[in-house]
């Protein structure tokens, strides 16, 4: 029988105290911690009853605020993680992993009646990739539990996966980043898919006091109902979004700002490997742009090339770009940047 108080928890936890004695960070990443069970592309996808065969399946860490923190900590960026584990093997795994990342969980807690949430990626040459999910203990974050201590001296707030559990609501990271801005945090949200009614009730309490909104294009359709990024982006705007990027695969990016201007970045042309987590590489280096003041065309090169890092391998963060092979690849491949002014915004 697994045993909760096993050796690798204590020593997780005497390190999570250790932690708790010096907590600054830049980037404080909150939402989703996930272990990601990931199959190399294959052939087709069984019939019922059938197997087929795949080179490799790793486990890997998954979920939006565990795969930003980890790509941010590859590019030497001081990085917290807030969410909920269980105490479980794959709770160990993920804490692992994190602290081998360099990731602080000092605000990381563990459920005692909740396993660790768990994603199997499956990934189909062609076809995009499809995911089976167990929320686990991601459904008992609830977003009140960081203080105005623990967003002391951070930089960047960034809620990640957001929409995937309720009691994460929309209200509670209003209050959180409402919070986080009176102390002089950027506030960044992403989001997750999950029940579409639901993102739609959550989002417009949370866009009022979001600094930055990064959704990908399939998201921004299945909320506003809305094909165009373009317009998916005004439509956040409307909803009180400052700036809004909208992700759109191998189209690249569009970014509508607060000011109404408006600037489109291609993607680089890379073999697609595993698209898991490349949205949440492309937030990565789009956020080490803005640590390091860099304009807004600079950072969305940095994102761009992180995300064409990520998915030219399988798995989440396994082959994401450190900071010298960053600086390096965007020296080395520049991207063509359209910037434009709006005019004005339709009503």
Known sequence: MFNARSATVIMLELSCREE?????????????????????????????????????????????????????????????????????????????????????????????????????????????????????????????ELSDDALTGVRILYVGGFGLNSAFSGEHVAALFRRARQLGV??????????????????????????????NRDEGEVITGLDDPWAQARHFRKLGAGDVIVTCGAQGVVVLDRDGRTLRAPAHPVRQVDGTGGGDAFVAGYLYGRLR???????????????????????????????????????????EILVEHRRSEPA
């Open 20 to 144: 708790r004695m010096d907590q600054s960070c830049d980037v404080l990443c909150v939402g989703l911690i996930v272990a990601d069970l990931v199959c190399a592309p294959i052939a087709q996808f069984p019939p019922a009853g059938g197997l087929v065969t795949t080179q490799q399946l790793e486990l890997t860490i998954g979920g939006c605020a565990s795969n930003v923190a980890v790509d941010l900590a590859r590019l030497n960026v001081a990085v917290g993680i807030a969410g909920r584990v269980g105490a479980d093997p794959l709770g160990e795994f993920v804490q692992a992993e994190l602290h081998r990342a360099h990731v602080s969980c000092a605000h990381v807690t563990v459920s005692q009646t909740a396993q660790t949430a768990a994603t199997q990626v499956v990934n189909v040459q062609g076809e995009d990739r499809r995911f089976i999910h167990a929320v686990g203990a991601n459904a008992e974050l609830t977003g009140l």
């Open 293 to 335: 003041e860099r304009s807004v065309e600079q950072c969305l090169s940095l994102g761009s090339a992180m995300g064409a890092s990520c998915v030219q391998s399988a798995g989440a963060t396994t082959g994401v770009f450190r900071e010298a092979e960053l600086l390096a690849y965007v020296a080395e491949h520049p991207l």
């Open 186 to 215: 950027t506030t960044v949200l992403d989001v997750v898919i999950g029940e579409p009614d639901l993102i739609r009730a959550m989002l417009p309490a949370a866009l009022a006091e979001t600094d930055l909104f990064l959704p």
